[in-house]
């Protein structure tokens, strides 16, 4: 196309990612390649010098994300005779030049481009996992791509148009499946992508990394195991905290963040916690983290979810489902506020994400069929079509579908919201770690045993406190089990308040015990509680939300249906808070991507 015009859609394009006052940007436009690029970074992601050259300026690496090197690799990369500029990620363009297979050496989580002068190709690349998405279109005219789908619909407005499979995912899965998106001929780059360009053609679409690789490794016996992931785990674990920005660490009640500060054993009042709370009252995660960061010298701090938050909700629900591109719901609105609080803190966020879930080959999403009655016939065969579109997707190894189909899927809407006010990072998606981790024992995976001897091994007073499920704590098989299960009972009472599961229990409460359970288990464990929010002080926005013309107007609404359940929700006779949030979210899609 003709250059003016490229250059005016890559600014609409950037124009559409600039969320917030820290953000810098810049283009990258090499006319003889076809190729026309740019980025936008919060402040402490941003390298020194964007893009990247070597020296020869044959080599051009555009890079957005972290990458957690090998020690010595500057200083191997200097003593083979590259100039090494200042800037955390200035190193990977000479391992560019030294690796034909780049990026397959790297790890951590990234989108990055190549563009190799000399043989007039251009590689797009992202992470083995997918956690850094990128969304992509095949036009006539070019080939469009970018870190979020809201830059492709900036210059190409025929692509306002909702996939109906997809939308049904997305209600009955919570995501959408198989690197499909919201919208129609909008897809994503899969997990380790490696698609080569030459002269503004696409030439392939390679993959760099098979899972199949370590899929294929013998299971080891439980001690060889324990001591390759003790020794992995806590080798590489510094390599995370390895940046000139200061790193707050988002400390929980749970065991995962616990094995963090066993292992990295940082200096006194040097690593700054904090723990989200309830407004309610003082939730397990707070008291747990408390103590633990006062046993490790650190400071903790509570960030309440409150008045504060209620009083602007709706600017952080819909801020929310536009951040994520639709894969993020007003479900995640109190994550949006609770991070624009933690870049204040440190801007660069170090949690526990994904350790549950690697350690033990978990997944924690599945298909769930919507309320009875609130859709239209045709459109909730799509939303069904989703339990088998889901169990052909998830197939194979379960770690594998952890690391790669949750991570890339339904964790993306999430990490999207936060991504946009601090840098995230997380130990437990280490490719070294997760290599290891496929060798497991099938014992290792039914408890939780092996996080609780990582954290006896790494500091052993830290193994004392139980956690917030009741795991760890002074030894006593009988005292363990009896604190686990009522720990379960309880996170398991607030769910039901929560969510109105089961009914009989939230029915019972209501109209025998007036309330007293609910007022006695929510905030127990959770920092959000959208059941209560709901049917009180966000009572009016859900109602002028959800019986507004336009919602009950869609073609997949069944309108009294829907006017039944937020008037019943409301008035406190049934608890329909997923059928809220649902509905929700399809409407903020519709109204931010699609009538806009």
Known sequence: ??????????????????????YVSGTWIDKELGLYAGFVEREEAFDSEMPHRNEGGDKVLLFSGDEFAKPGIVQELRHRGHVVKPGVCSHLIHQAEEDPHFPITLNGQFQGLLADRARGTVKLFNDRFGMRRVYYHEAKDGFYFAAEAKALLAVKPELRSIDEQSLGELVGCGCTLEDRTLFKDVFVLPCASAWVFRRGELESKGRYFDPQDWENQSTMDEESYYRKVRETFGNNLPRFFSNPERVGLSLTGGLDTRMILAWQKPEPESLPCYTFGSAN?????????????????????????GDDFLGKFPHYAERSVYLGDGCAGVQHAADLYVNELVRQVAPIR?????????????????????????????????????????????????????????????????????????????????????????????????????????????????????????????????????????????????????????????KLDRNLLGRTLERQFVGLHKFTHFGLWYRNSLAEYVREMLLDSRTLARPYLNKRAVEAMVERHVKGELTCTPSIHKILNLEYIHRLFIDA
Request: glycine letters at 6%.
């Open 1 to 22: 196309m003709p250059q003016a015009r490229a250059v005016a859609e890559l600014w609409r394009m950037l124009e559409s990612m600039r969320h917030e006052s820290f």
């Open 281 to 305: 009252q003082e939730c397990r995660d707070v008291r747990i983290a408390r103590r633990v960061a006062a046993m490790c010298g650190q400071s903790h701090q509570v960030i309440s979810v």
């Open 350 to 506: 170090m949690s526990g994400n994904c350790g549950d879930q690697v350690l033990r080959h978990k997944t924690v999403f599945r298909p769930v069929a919507p309320a009875p009655g609130l859709f239209s016939p045709e459109f909730l065969t799509h939303i069904l079509a989703t339990e088998e579109t889901f169990t052909r997707s998830m197939q194979g190894h379960a770690l594998t579908a952890a690391t790669t189909k949750q991570t890339a899927w339904y964790f993306h809407g999430l990490m999207a919201v936060e991504l946009s006010q601090v840098t995230l990072r997380t130990p437990y998606i280490d490719n070294d770690l997760i290599r290891a981790l496929y060798c497991a024992p099938a014992s290792t995976l039914a408890n939780n045993d092996l996080r609780v001897q990582l954290i006896e091994d790494g500091d052993p007073k830290l193994r004392r406190i139980r956690s917030d499920l009741g795991f760890a704590g002074r030894p006593g098989k009988i005292t363990g089990e009896a604190s686990q299960l009522i720990h379960r009972l309880t996170m398991r009472a607030e769910y039901a308040f929560e969510f109105g599961d089961p009914p009989w229990l939230t």
